[in-house]
C-alpha cells in the first residue's frame, strides 16, 4: 500500500506543523485513518477514494489542531503571563534608595521608582554591571514576542538568555551595603525574570513531546 | 430523526465513554464504532472531538490508556476503566437516570 503510506506521511507531516500534536496523538491518529481506510475499503470503495474519505472524516489538520490545542496545558502561559505582570508593575514601583533622581517622582525621600533606577543604571551610573542589568529587560521584552511561535530551540535559547539576566540582576543583593537599601520593585522586577524563565522551562518540556515534520523524499 | 444537539452529545459524552470502557477496554476507532452502533447513528461525535475527550479523562484520572502491538503489527493506543473512573460512572448513571426518571414521568403524564 505505497499510496496509503505517502499519503498518511504527508497529512502526518501537515499535522505535525500545527505545532500542537504529541508524537503518540499523531501515531493514535494515523491509527485511526488506517482502521477508517481499512473500513472504507473492505465496504467496496476503491483505495484512492477511500484515502480521501478516511483524510475527511478525520477533518483538516487546522481543526484537529484546535480540538487537541483546547487540552494543551496552559500553566507555562500562566508563568509568563505573570512574569510581564510583574515586570510591568515594577516599572512604577520604589526600586532603590539612591538619593539621585532624572526627573521628580516624589515617592519619598531618595526613593527611585523603577523607571528611573532603569535609567540611571542605562546612563553608567551603578557601572558596567548596571548598563548590562538595565540591558535585559530588552530581554525581557523579547519574550512578549510571539512565545507561542517559537521552536523549542528558540525557546530554549529564550530561556538561557532569562536565566543568564535574573542571575545578573540578583548581584545586586551583594553590590548593596544593606538589602534594605533595594526596595519592593526591586524584588517584583527580578522575580518577574524567574516567573518569565519558569514558564519558558515548561513550554520547551511540552515542545518536546510535540512532533515534528519529517522530511518528505 | 433529527441528530440529538450537539449540547446534548458533549453533556453524554462522558458516561457513554466510560460505560463502554466499562465493558473492556477499547481504543478509539473502536469507541467511536461502539457509539454510532449503540446510538444507531443519532450521536454524532466527530474524531476531533473523541480524542481530545479521551486524553482529558485520562488527565483527570478516569481511564488509563497504554499502547499495545495491534494484530496489523502496529501500536495502537487502548483504554481502560480506572477505580475513580467507575465511581465517576456510578454519579454520572445516578444522574442520567434520574433526568430520564423525570421527563419519562413528565411525558406519561402529559399524554395521559
Redesign the interface.
Known amino acids: 500500500m505505497p499510496e496509503l503510506d505517502a499519503a498518511i506521511r504527508t497529512w502526518r507531516n501537515d499535522l505535525a506543523r500545527q505545532d500542537t500534536l504529541t508524537r ?2 499523531l ?3 494515523e ?2 485513518f ?3 481506510y481499512h473500513e472504507l475499503v473492505e465496504t467496496g470503495i476503491v483505495p484512492e477514494q477511500a484515502i480521501i474519505l478516511a483524510r475527511r ?3 483538516e489538520p487546522q ?2 489542531a484546535t ?2 490545542q ?2 494543551d496545558d496552559p500553566w507555562w502561559r500562566r508563568f509568563v503571563r505573570l512574569g510581564w505582570v510583574m515586570f510591568a508593575v515594577s516599572w512604577a514601583l520604589p526600586v532603590h534608595t539612591w538619593g539621585i533622581t532624572i526627573f521628580d517622582i516624589n515617592l519619598g525621600e531618595g526613593v527611585v521608582p523603577g523607571v528611573q533606577a532603569f535609567l540611571l543604571a542605562l546612563m553608567g551610573e551603578a557601572g558596567v554591571i548596571g548598563v548590562l542589568s538595565a540591558l535585559t529587560n530588552v530581554a525581557m521584552l523579547l519574550t512578549c514576542w510571539k512565545p507561542a511561535a517559537r521552536g523549542r530551540r528558540g525557546i530554549l535559547r529564550l530561556t538561557a538568555l532569562i536565566m543568564g539576566a535574573a542571575l545578573l540582576n540578583g548581584s545586586w543583593l551583594f553590590q548593596v551595603d544593606s538589602l534594605n537599601e533595594l526596595l519592593v520593585g526591586y524584588y517584583v522586577w527580578w522575580a518577574s525574570f524567574g516567573a518569565v524563565a519558569s514558564g519558558l522551562v515548561l513550554r520547551a518540556r511540552a515542545l518536546s513531546q510535540r512532533a515534528t515534520p519529517a522530511v518528505v523524499q | 430523526m433529527e441528530p440529538v444537539s450537539k449540547e446534548l452529545v458533549a453533556a453524554s459524552s462522558r458516561p457513554m465513554v466510560l460505560s463502554i470502557l466499562a465493558g473492556g477496554e477499547s481504543y478509539g476507532y473502536e469507541i467511536l464504532q461502539k457509539v454510532a452502533l449503540l446510538s444507531n447513528g443519532q450521536l454524532a461525535w466527530s474524531e476531533g472531538m473523541l480524542y481530545p475527550m479521551l486524553h482529558r479523562l485520562e488527565q483527570d484520572g478516569l481511564i488509563a490508556a497504554r499502547w499495545r502491538t495491534a494484530q496489523s503489527g502496529r501500536r495502537r493506543k487502548y483504554y481502560r476503566l480506572t477505580g475513580k473512573g467507575k465511581r465517576q460512572l456510578a454519579q454520572d448513571r445516578a444522574s442520567w437516570l434520574a433526568v430520564h426518571d423525570a421527563l419519562t414521568q413528565t411525558w406519561g403524564l402529559n399524554h395521559a
Open positions: 503518540d496523538d501515531d493514535e491518529l491509527d485511526h488506517r482502521a477508517t472524516a478525520l477533518g481543526e484537529l480540538e487537541f483546547k487540552n
